[in-house]
């Protein structure tokens, strides 16, 4: 049916006339089969970690990149190569804080060039690094299922579908890393759009989308929650003046993005619903949505409406009878399917 059919970048990038590019069309549905396939084989490398290994070629963050470069430049093949596949990085000097010596921080990012407005961009993009308890150990398997491998696995979902149209505007496939090290891929990706004379008229954070009850046993598989900034981080003293003056705190672009987010979820009744949360992100937390307010770019955080902390930020343990880490088997696979589509 086609109202479960739309992605919510396809609906942002307003297709005209948009045209099927053949036989190679993977199915309009999102297919929870691959979503299932991409996970197991992002938890294969065992830790995702920014400060893991890089050279080794089936562990660690290098292979993780690696491979994920690879995928996008196999789903551009059978789109007639329409997705531009490149690592977007540097090394990044060590800060004193999470990052103790100088340290290669790769995204991994494809762009579909827009037919009628190709520097017009939205950004659909996830945080592909994993941790543990210890924010410094790069070394214990982390395998970083909800967080953020669900947001992963949608975003090379989008990609295989959302590539099979033309679009006006330009979309962003991205999975980033060096978030738990303190949103570092994030900031390189903002800074390079920028550095392209881009437009960025949407930034749509997938940070944890894949499990549907709490610690506490509540669950809640109808809603997912998009968090939205209301005072822009970019703000200057003359415009914070004007708020006080006139209102206007209210209407950010962030949060006017969230409320269309929310009008668009209502418009399918059957599917996944938003429930609108307007603060930036939850108390004393952060998502790779902040870099890119901080420069003024329209962002928001979609996740799930209930948080799972025994299988988040854990080390791999069972402590009495209770089983802590982020794995595979703690996951919804039918929850992360409906906000995928």
Known sequence: MIK???????????PLAAQDKGATDPGPEVSEERLRADM???????????????????????????????????????????????????????DGRRIPAPTLVRNAIAIQRGTERPDEVIIVQAHYDS???DVMNGVDDAPGANDDGSGSVMVLEAARILSQRQYPSTIIYALLSGEEQGLIGAGLLADWVGEQGM????????????????????????????????????????????????GGENDSPGRN??????????QY?????????????RMGRGGDQ????????????????????????????????????DTVDELDFDYLTRPAR
């Open 131 to 133: 941790r543990v308890s």
């Open 290 to 325: 902040i870099p890119f307010l901080d420069r003024g770019y329209p962002a928001v955080r979609v996740t799930v409406a209930v948080e799972d902390y025994e299988h988040q930020h854990q080390d791999l343990r069972t402590e009495d009878g209770v089983k802590y880490g």
């Open 269 to 281: 009744p059957d599917g996944m619903q938003v429930r609108q949360i307007w603060r930036t992100d």
């Open 199 to 246: 437009t960025v008229k949407a930034v749509l954070n997938n940070d944890m989308i894949g499990n549907s009850c709490g610690s506490d046993g509540f669950c809640d598989a109808e809603h997912v929650r998009v968090f939205s900034e209301g005072l822009r981080a970019d703000s200057t003293e003359r415009l914070r003046a004007q708020q006080r003056r006139f």
């Open 40 to 94: 197991d084989t992002i938890v294969g490398f065992g830790t995702r970690h920014t400060l893991s290994t890089q050279s080794d070629p089936d562990r660690g963050i290098g292979a993780a990149v690696d491979w994920a470069l690879a995928e996008f430049r196999r789903i551009g093949a059978r789109c007639g190569d329409c997705l531009e596949v490149l690592p977007v990085g540097r090394v990044v000097e060590a």
């Open 4 to 14: 479960r059919i739309a992605l919510l970048a396809a609906f942002i990038s307003a």
């Open 257 to 266: 993005l969230s409320r269309w987010l929310a009008d668009l979820a209502a």
